[in-house]
């Protein structure tokens, strides 16, 4: 990891150096210690038109905050299995289901 995204990373604090934790499923004790799966939390994706209209809406906002407190409170690795329970929380939590779930989250992660 180069220092430039060891200090992105130090300036978002403790949380994001948890949140690789519990995505990636490898300890992080140290900057110098951060795995190559923090990429995605270090440079954001390009954003296509139609998902730059998904992100813009109310309910991507509500969805992804509900989201954001789900994988703050993840107490375990973020497995398929779990990500999968953590996305019915998010909707039973937003009342969204469907598209209007999953777009946001898809167009978050990925830009498209």
């Known amino acids: 990891m180069h220092q430039r995204d060891a200090a992105q990373i130090a300036i978002q604090g403790p949380e994001a150096a948890g949140l690789v934790e519990k995505v990636s499923g490898e300890s ?3 900057l110098g210690d951060m795995p190559e799966h923090s990429l995605p939390f270090r440079t954001p994706p ?3 038109e139609e998902a730059a209209e998904v992100l813009g809406s109310g309910a991507s906002e509500t969805v992804l905050a509900a ?4 994988l703050e409170s993840l107490e375990e690795e973020l497995t398929p299995q779990a990500f999968k329970s953590l996305m019915k929380r998010v909707g039973k939590e937003t009342q ?13 992660l990925t830009g498209s």
Do not use: Q
Request: aromatic share 14%; glycine share 4%.
């Open 28 to 30: 992080v004790e140290k």
């Open 46 to 48: 390009a954003i296509e």
């Open 67 to 70: 989201m954001k407190s789900e």
């Open 96 to 108: 969204f289901k469907g598209k209007d779930l999953f777009f946001p989250v898809r167009a978050a």
